[in-house]
């Protein structure tokens, strides 16, 4: 049988264009690592920014299956370096499966490594508790639970509304667990507001403005459920934007504001831009027509994929379309029992969705399915998509950029092999380097 190494470097052989560190990147984030109980993070009381689970779980068990990891909780991410395949600095969301080839553990001499098949590959960097992790709100609520930060501190997460309202198997996308994750912390008795107060948020925003003295943090991205009624008495246009307003309010211009919501109406899209939102995400998930209606239920029902893809374009002419960037969450498009059955297929409709908005100057972006076990396709997929899709999914986007004569999306720090920040996929690691001004 072929081990996790000989599918890793079968691929690297197969498509050299590739970086090397996206590979194993992507691998890590299809299939998740798992820790050494000594590399773990002693959560905000230790000296390494502790995940914080910032909107789904992202592991590939129950938090009550996770062991010590749930109690002394793993790193928000990692940087792996060096090691055989020479990696440059690469920065790697933590998802983690105990049952993982990969694992984080100190070598004989005490150095932390990434070990794939019980052979080291890499350097790992731990990353350090950042300064306003150590303070408080007055109301004794932790930084991390209010604002986190991931993208090694370049991007402040405000997912201030932690549940969706699509909800149940008939709603509900079908591969996301947000409201899982929201209903498992609850269970573990750790802190999850339901809806931020927006003051909290504020409160927040101002011990990292405070200490985060090198300003790492760069953008925030407001985000959260789909508000279907209203939440605070407010539509999802207004609910989101009333955040936007009152930190640009307070902070003028610190940060590039972003926001995650459904694909709304123009005058909603409208309303996000006056409140001070500079990119939109009005995310399609997934570009073939059949799997949108399986796999997203409510978005089909409630706005419909056409209109959906009608109001990516049209939100186009509020924001300009370099700043509207639509995520799809890749792998799905190979989830069984629905999903395309060769890499093929579902490179060419991946293809075809990412052709269809960069022709019109509109750059996608994808983030690395995480097959999570409490939602309908990890249950039938708890290994992901096939390695392959995700090594040629990066060689195809980046090849539909150049023929477009676009390059890397605003908001994402730097791209390059080496560079990147962007964690919850390698395409910012497989883009071309920006020139040295
Ligand atoms: S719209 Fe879908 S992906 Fe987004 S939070 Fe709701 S269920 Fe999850």
Redesign the pocket.
């Known amino acids: 049988m072929q081990s996790r190494t000989d599918l890793v470097e079968d691929l690297m052989g197969r498509f050299p264009n590739v970086p090397r560190e996206a590979v194993i990147k992507e691998d890590l984030l299809r299939g998740g690592l798992a820790f050494d109980d000594s590399a773990l993070s002693d959560n905000e009381g230790g000296d390494v920014k502790p995940k914080s689970y910032f909107i789904f779980s992202f592991d590939h068990r129950t938090l009550p299956e996770l062991g010590t990891a749930a109690l002394r909780r793993p790193p928000e991410e990692i940087v792996l370096t060096g090691g055989p395949y020479d990696l440059r600095r690469t920065v790697v969301s933590v998802r983690i499966n105990p049952d993982s080839p990969y694992r984080v553990k100190a070598d004989d001499d005490g150095r932390l490594m990434l070990f794939l098949d019980g052979r080291a590959i890499a350097d790992v960097g731990l990353p350090p508790m950042p300064d306003y992790y150590r303070h408080t709100l007055a109301n004794g609520k932790q930084v991390m639970e209010v604002a986190p930060t991931i993208q090694w501190g370049y991007l402040v997460y405000l997912t201030v509304f932690r549940v ?1 309202q ?1 909800f149940g198997a008939k ?3 079908q591969y ?1 667990d ?2 899982h994750n929201w209903r498992q912390h609850k269970a573990a008795g750790r802190p999850y507001t339901g809806v931020k107060p927006v003051d909290e948020v504020l409160e927040a925003l101002a011990i990292i403005d405070k200490y985060d003295t090198a300003r790492t943090s760069t953008a925030y991205t407001l985000t ?3 508000v279907t009624s209203k939440v605070d008495g407010l539509a999802e246009a207004d609910f989101y934007g009333r955040y936007a307003q009152a930190i640009e309010e307070r902070f003028p211009g610190r940060w590039i504001g972003k926001v995650v919501a ?1 694909a709304l109406p123009r005058a909603d899209v409208q309303r996000f831009h006056d409140y001070g939102i500079r990119i939109y995400h009005p ?1 399609y ?1 997934v570009w073939d027509k059949r799997l949108f209606e399986l796999y ?1 239920p ?2 089909e029902r409630y706005v419909g994929r056409e209109e959906w893809h009608r109001r990516i374009l049209e939100s186009a002419e509020v924001f300009g379309p370099r700043n509207v960037i639509p995520n799809f969450v890749a792998g799905v498009e190979m989830a069984e029992p629905f999903g395309f059955t060769s890499v093929n297929e579902a490179i060419d409709s991946t293809a075809e969705g990412l052709q269809y908005f960069m022709s019109r100057g509109i750059t996608p972006r994808f983030t690395t399915w995480c097959p999570e076990p409490t939602t309908p396709l990890g249950k039938t997929n708890p290994h992901g998509a096939p390695l392959e899709y995700h090594v040629r999914l990066l060689e195809t986007y980046r090849a539909i950029m150049d023929a477009n004569g676009l390059s890397s999306p605003p908001g994402y720090g730097p791209p390059g092999p080496g560079n990147a920040v962007f964690s919850v996929s390698s395409f910012m690691d497989t883009l071309e380097p920006n020139p040295i001004p």
């Open positions: 969706c699509y709603e509900e996308c996301c947000i409201n959260g459920g789909s459904q995310n998930e997203c409510g978005k």
